[in-house]
Protein backbone atom coordinates (compact mmCIF):
# COMPACT_ATOMS: atom_id res chain seq x y z
CA UNK A 1 0.00 0.00 0.00
CA UNK A 2 1.35 3.53 -0.69
CA UNK A 3 2.26 5.80 2.62
CA UNK A 4 3.57 9.12 3.03
CA UNK A 5 5.43 9.83 6.13
CA UNK A 6 6.48 13.65 7.30
CA UNK A 7 8.66 13.15 10.43
CA UNK A 8 8.17 16.64 12.17
CA UNK A 9 4.91 17.10 13.96
CA UNK A 10 6.05 21.17 13.90
CA UNK A 11 8.71 23.24 12.72
CA UNK A 12 9.28 26.71 13.97
CA UNK A 13 11.11 29.19 12.06
CA UNK A 14 11.32 33.14 11.96
CA UNK A 15 10.12 35.24 9.68
CA UNK A 16 12.27 35.76 6.62
CA UNK A 17 14.25 32.58 6.75
CA UNK A 18 13.51 29.99 4.27
CA UNK A 19 11.45 26.96 5.46
CA UNK A 20 11.30 23.43 5.15
CA UNK A 21 8.63 21.09 5.83
CA UNK A 22 9.49 17.05 5.27
CA UNK A 23 7.79 14.37 3.57
CA UNK A 24 9.14 10.45 2.41
CA UNK A 25 6.78 8.50 0.55
CA UNK A 26 6.52 4.62 0.13
CA UNK A 27 4.84 3.44 -3.46
CA UNK A 28 4.88 0.70 -5.97
CA UNK A 29 4.99 2.25 -9.29
CA UNK A 30 5.18 5.71 -9.84
CA UNK A 31 4.71 8.30 -7.27
CA UNK A 32 2.33 11.32 -7.65
CA UNK A 33 2.55 13.06 -4.74
CA UNK A 34 0.46 16.60 -3.17
CA UNK A 35 0.79 19.14 -0.89
CA UNK A 36 -2.15 20.59 1.07
CA UNK A 37 -2.38 23.94 3.57
CA UNK A 38 -5.05 24.17 6.04
CA UNK A 39 -5.77 27.38 8.26
CA UNK A 40 -7.67 27.12 11.26
CA UNK A 41 -11.02 25.67 11.27
CA UNK A 42 -10.83 25.23 7.44
CA UNK A 43 -10.67 22.93 4.92
CA UNK A 44 -7.33 22.08 2.90
CA UNK A 45 -6.61 23.48 -0.15
CA UNK A 46 -4.12 22.29 -2.60
CA UNK A 47 -0.62 23.62 -2.95
CA UNK A 48 1.47 21.55 -5.47
CA UNK A 49 1.92 18.36 -6.64
CA UNK A 50 4.32 16.30 -8.84
CA UNK A 51 3.35 13.79 -11.60
CA UNK A 52 6.27 13.58 -13.27
CA UNK A 53 8.88 15.99 -15.46
CA UNK A 54 11.36 18.31 -13.22
CA UNK A 55 12.03 17.42 -10.29
CA UNK A 56 11.34 21.22 -8.84
CA UNK A 57 7.67 22.02 -8.50
CA UNK A 58 6.31 25.17 -8.25
CA UNK A 59 2.92 25.87 -6.41
CA UNK A 60 0.69 28.03 -4.55
CA UNK A 61 1.97 31.37 -2.56
CA UNK A 62 5.49 31.11 -3.57
CA UNK A 63 5.68 27.29 -1.90
CA UNK A 64 7.79 24.68 -4.17
CA UNK A 65 8.97 20.90 -3.27
CA UNK A 66 11.45 19.32 -4.45
CA UNK A 67 10.79 15.08 -6.02
CA UNK A 68 14.31 13.35 -5.07
CA UNK A 69 13.46 9.74 -6.10
CA UNK A 70 16.75 8.09 -4.32
CA UNK A 71 16.12 9.65 -0.86
CA UNK A 72 11.94 9.11 -1.59
CA UNK A 73 11.39 12.24 -0.40
CA UNK A 74 9.71 15.48 -1.35
CA UNK A 75 9.87 18.09 1.15
CA UNK A 76 8.11 21.13 0.61
CA UNK A 77 9.84 24.68 1.04
CA UNK A 78 10.01 28.33 0.56
CA UNK A 79 13.06 30.80 0.61
CA UNK A 80 11.43 33.48 3.12
CA UNK A 81 8.70 32.30 5.23
CA UNK A 82 5.78 34.84 6.45
CA UNK A 83 3.80 34.86 9.64
CA UNK A 84 0.84 34.08 7.55
CA UNK A 85 2.41 30.75 6.68
CA UNK A 86 1.77 29.14 9.99
CA UNK A 87 -1.04 26.51 9.48
CA UNK A 88 -0.89 22.70 9.21
CA UNK A 89 0.69 21.50 6.23
CA UNK A 90 0.07 17.57 4.45
CA UNK A 91 1.39 15.24 2.19
CA UNK A 92 -0.54 13.23 0.30
CA UNK A 93 0.21 10.12 -2.45
CA UNK A 94 -2.25 8.73 -4.43
CA UNK A 95 -3.41 5.37 -4.23
CA UNK A 96 -5.68 3.36 -7.09
CA UNK A 97 -5.41 3.41 -10.45
CA UNK A 98 -7.42 4.32 -13.58
CA UNK A 99 -10.32 6.50 -12.52
CA UNK A 100 -9.92 6.14 -8.45
CA UNK A 101 -7.83 9.26 -7.52
CA UNK A 102 -8.00 7.97 -3.83
CA UNK A 103 -5.45 10.32 -1.70
CA UNK A 104 -3.55 9.19 1.15
CA UNK A 105 -2.40 11.75 3.85
CA UNK A 106 0.56 12.11 6.36
CA UNK A 107 -0.12 12.98 9.81
CA UNK A 108 0.48 16.61 9.29
CA UNK A 109 3.01 18.65 10.26
CA UNK A 110 2.41 22.43 11.91
CA UNK A 111 4.49 25.28 10.75
CA UNK A 112 4.77 28.09 13.00
CA UNK A 113 6.18 31.60 11.70
CA UNK A 114 7.44 33.57 14.14
CA UNK A 115 7.46 37.35 13.59
CA UNK B 1 -13.85 27.84 -9.57
CA UNK B 2 -14.56 24.81 -7.86
CA UNK B 3 -16.84 24.57 -4.91
CA UNK B 4 -17.31 21.85 -2.26
CA UNK B 5 -20.05 22.84 0.11
CA UNK B 6 -20.64 21.04 3.28
CA UNK B 7 -24.04 21.57 4.54
CA UNK B 8 -22.49 22.51 8.51
CA UNK B 9 -19.61 24.19 10.14
CA UNK B 10 -20.45 22.77 13.15
CA UNK B 11 -23.01 20.05 14.77
CA UNK B 12 -23.80 18.90 18.37
CA UNK B 13 -25.18 15.91 18.16
CA UNK B 14 -26.54 13.10 21.46
CA UNK B 15 -25.16 9.77 21.76
CA UNK B 16 -27.25 7.43 19.81
CA UNK B 17 -28.87 9.84 17.32
CA UNK B 18 -28.63 9.13 13.71
CA UNK B 19 -26.58 11.62 11.74
CA UNK B 20 -26.42 12.79 8.05
CA UNK B 21 -23.76 14.94 7.19
CA UNK B 22 -24.23 16.48 3.27
CA UNK B 23 -21.54 17.30 0.57
CA UNK B 24 -22.30 18.76 -2.64
CA UNK B 25 -19.97 19.76 -6.05
CA UNK B 26 -20.47 21.75 -8.68
CA UNK B 27 -17.42 20.68 -10.76
CA UNK B 28 -19.30 17.36 -12.10
CA UNK B 29 -16.14 15.23 -10.80
CA UNK B 30 -17.07 11.60 -10.69
CA UNK B 31 -14.69 10.60 -7.60
CA UNK B 32 -16.31 12.27 -3.85
CA UNK B 33 -14.84 11.13 -0.66
CA UNK B 34 -15.39 11.35 3.47
CA UNK B 35 -12.21 11.93 5.34
CA UNK B 36 -11.99 12.26 9.13
CA UNK B 37 -9.51 14.14 10.63
CA UNK B 38 -8.37 14.06 14.18
CA UNK B 39 -4.95 15.25 16.05
CA UNK B 40 -1.83 13.69 15.24
CA UNK B 41 -3.96 10.94 13.02
CA UNK B 42 -3.76 13.55 10.37
CA UNK B 43 -6.64 12.61 7.43
CA UNK B 44 -8.12 9.21 7.09
CA UNK B 45 -10.24 8.00 4.82
CA UNK B 46 -13.88 6.74 5.64
CA UNK B 47 -15.68 5.86 2.40
CA UNK B 48 -15.52 7.05 -1.58
CA UNK B 49 -17.67 7.30 -4.10
CA UNK B 50 -16.07 6.82 -7.70
CA UNK B 51 -19.81 7.15 -9.92
CA UNK B 52 -23.55 7.52 -8.59
CA UNK B 53 -24.71 4.50 -6.36
CA UNK B 54 -21.00 3.58 -6.20
CA UNK B 55 -19.18 3.13 -2.93
CA UNK B 56 -16.06 1.36 -1.17
CA UNK B 57 -14.79 1.62 2.31
CA UNK B 58 -11.58 3.35 2.94
CA UNK B 59 -9.54 2.67 6.11
CA UNK B 60 -12.23 3.11 9.11
CA UNK B 61 -15.63 2.86 7.70
CA UNK B 62 -16.79 0.89 11.16
CA UNK B 63 -19.81 2.79 12.13
CA UNK B 64 -20.27 4.98 8.79
CA UNK B 65 -22.01 4.52 6.06
CA UNK B 66 -22.63 6.58 2.99
CA UNK B 67 -25.35 7.21 -0.23
CA UNK B 68 -24.76 8.74 -3.66
CA UNK B 69 -28.05 9.24 -5.78
CA UNK B 70 -26.92 11.97 -7.64
CA UNK B 71 -23.50 12.74 -8.94
CA UNK B 72 -23.12 16.14 -7.24
CA UNK B 73 -23.91 14.84 -3.69
CA UNK B 74 -22.40 12.62 -1.03
CA UNK B 75 -23.47 11.96 1.98
CA UNK B 76 -21.87 10.63 4.82
CA UNK B 77 -24.30 9.29 7.73
CA UNK B 78 -23.75 8.31 11.53
CA UNK B 79 -26.10 5.37 12.27
CA UNK B 80 -25.80 5.59 16.01
CA UNK B 81 -23.60 8.26 16.72
CA UNK B 82 -20.79 8.10 19.25
CA UNK B 83 -18.46 10.32 21.55
CA UNK B 84 -15.22 8.23 19.92
CA UNK B 85 -17.57 9.81 16.45
CA UNK B 86 -16.05 13.50 17.53
CA UNK B 87 -14.17 14.73 14.92
CA UNK B 88 -14.10 17.00 12.00
CA UNK B 89 -15.29 15.17 8.61
CA UNK B 90 -13.90 16.62 5.15
CA UNK B 91 -16.05 16.22 2.18
CA UNK B 92 -13.46 16.42 -0.95
CA UNK B 93 -14.03 15.48 -4.77
CA UNK B 94 -12.05 15.23 -7.46
CA UNK B 95 -12.16 14.18 -11.54
CA UNK B 96 -12.58 10.71 -12.87
CA UNK B 97 -9.23 10.70 -14.94
CA UNK B 98 -5.74 11.15 -14.45
CA UNK B 99 -3.64 11.59 -11.01
CA UNK B 100 -6.04 14.90 -10.39
CA UNK B 101 -5.78 16.70 -6.73
CA UNK B 102 -8.89 16.99 -5.04
CA UNK B 103 -10.45 19.35 -4.06
CA UNK B 104 -11.84 19.99 0.04
CA UNK B 105 -15.05 20.98 1.65
CA UNK B 106 -14.61 23.92 4.44
CA UNK B 107 -15.23 20.90 7.27
CA UNK B 108 -17.93 20.21 9.95
CA UNK B 109 -16.77 19.66 13.35
CA UNK B 110 -18.75 17.79 15.01
CA UNK B 111 -19.44 16.99 18.99
CA UNK B 112 -21.77 13.81 20.06
CA UNK B 113 -22.57 14.18 23.48
Known amino acids: AQSVAQPEDQVNVAEGNPLTVKCTYS??????LFWYVQYPNRGLQFLLK??????LVKGSYGFEAEFNKSQTSFHLKKPSALVSDSALYFC?????????????FGTGTLLAVQP | DVKVTQSSRYLVKRTGEKVFLECVQDMDHENMFWYRQDPGLGLRLIYFSYDVKMKEKGDIPEGYSVSREKKERFSLILESASTNQTSMYLCASSPGVGPAEAFFGQGTRLTVV
Open chain 1, 92 to 104: AVREGSGATNKLI
Open chain 1, 50 to 55: YITGDN
Open chain 1, 27 to 32: VSGNPY
